[in-house]
Nanobody, 123 residues
Framework: QVQLVESGGGSVQAGGSLRLSCAAS????????MGWFRQAPGKEREGVAS????????YYADSVKGRFTISRDDAKNTLYLQMNSLKPEDTAMYYC????????????????WGQGTQVTVSS
């Protein structure tokens, strides 16, 4: 049984940083593409970042380029999202996902979802 468990969300002021973690079980992150999505109230879920191995394929949404970094620790079977220079518009529920390796990740390309972790950025 595949389980993706996110942690690391919280409340920060604008300009602050958070690191999200996604611990995977029943699933080897090194063999597949992994990603982060987010959904703000009243908005569609959007792909934030995804990667296969951090080298041959990495995607970032334009809104987070230069501020967010996706990475993996294969030994821990864990995916991370380092978020710096956070803005109020980054406020959303963030979801870890195992997905197909596509140029632009969408909800339709996701095989498994985590339960989500809330990120709130105040101005």
């Amino acid at each position: 049984q595949v389980q993706l468990v996110e942690s690391g969300g919280g409340s920060v002021q604008a300009g602050g940083s958070l690191r999200l973690s996604c611990a995977a079980s029943g699933y080897t992150v090194s063999n597949y593409c992994m990603g982060w999505f987010r959904q703000a109230p009243g908005k569609e879920r959007e792909g934030v970042a995804s990667t296969y191995n951090g080298i041959t394929y990495t995607y970032y949404a334009d809104s987070v380029k230069g501020r967010f970094t996706i990475s993996r620790d294969d030994a821990k079977n864990t995916l991370y999202l380092q978020m710096n220079s956070l803005k109020p518009e980054d406020t959303a529920m963030y979801y870890c996902a195992a997905l197909a390796c596509v140029s632009i990740p969408t909800s339709g390309t996701v095989a498994w979802w985590g339960q989500g972790t809330q990120v709130t950025v105040s101005s």
